[in-house]
């Protein structure tokens, strides 16, 4: 029997080893993320207790996110941490960054500007594909460019119309947040901001060199709620340190195609509310009135029945 409950816990341990070093596939690493009843601040002061409680999504160079370096670059040292918590309306993302050891916040674009920060200074691209429904081209991206002590730039690629011509555009008047001035010690970048849900489930096109394929993601706003699943794609640009950037889809050879770079996907959870524990009033000197008689007998005769077969096996 020992035998094969190790063999039972040694083959679960494997298959969990497996489902977290090599997972690729859509949804195979879930996070789930409690919802919110007060929205965290945006003031660049990223907390775990503002996001609901939720742990964060690590990279960390370990592979356990299938995290992983782009352009052959190796990974430093940085550990970057997202934290996610949710409402009806909006999608809340906090993210801090650690080990970061060069300063590129002058050279991002101004929001409004137009510009996308990718590649132009430290950021991030944050994808998304709801309801499973892109294939064939990369999956909804909003790249937001850690621009120092204010409102960061954030750039819609693609899906930002249904229009041919439209899919790319600044947004930073739509999704707010603030993202902190760089600091060399301790936490290097803390960004915040507010994405609604109506610019997660749109109707748009991809860009025009991958065909401009519309994907209506309109139908997926009503879904929002507990246990909606949302596959999600992350990747941190490093632009002064050599450039590099680090992707949650290491293991697919790098394709900007959606199905291939959702391995992630967060879990929409509504924390439930504990049902209101009530002692039921008494009179001093009587036993409450929660059990009726014929209950409390048949459950002394239960008893009873339980002691006379124990004492019985004892015997023999």
Known sequence: ?????????????????????????????KYEILNTTKAPVMDGKVTQAEY???????????????????????WAKQILKFY???DKTNLYIGITVENDTSDSQAKLPEPGSGKCPFGQGDSVQLGFNPGSMINGTHPLIYCVGFNADGQPVVHGDAFQSAENGKQ???????IKGYCSKY???????QCEITIPWDKLCVNGAGRANEGSKVFNMTGERAKIGDGYMLPIFIVYTDCGDGTTHIRTDS??????????????????????ASAPVTTPATTPGTAPA???????SAFAALVSASAAVIVHKKRR
């Open 183 to 189: 600091s060399a010690s301790g936490l290097n970048y």
């Open 251 to 272: 293991t697919t050879g790098n394709k900007w195609v959606a199905e291939e770079m959702g391995s992630l996907a967060l879990v929409l959870k509504e924390a439930k």
């Open 290 to 296: 929660t059990a009726d008689a014929g209950l409390i």
């Open 168 to 174: 790319s555009t600044d947004v930073s008047s739509a």
């Open 1 to 29: 029997m020992k035998r094969i409950l190790a063999g039972i816990t040694t083959g679960l341990m494997l298959a969990t080893l497996l489902a977290t070093s090599v997972s690729a596939s859509i949804g195979d690493i």
């Open 84 to 86: 996610y918590t949710w």
């Open 52 to 74: 609901a409680g939720n742990a964060p999504i690590v990279l960390d160079g370990s592979g356990k996110n299938t995290e992983g370096t782009w352009t052959k670059k190796t």
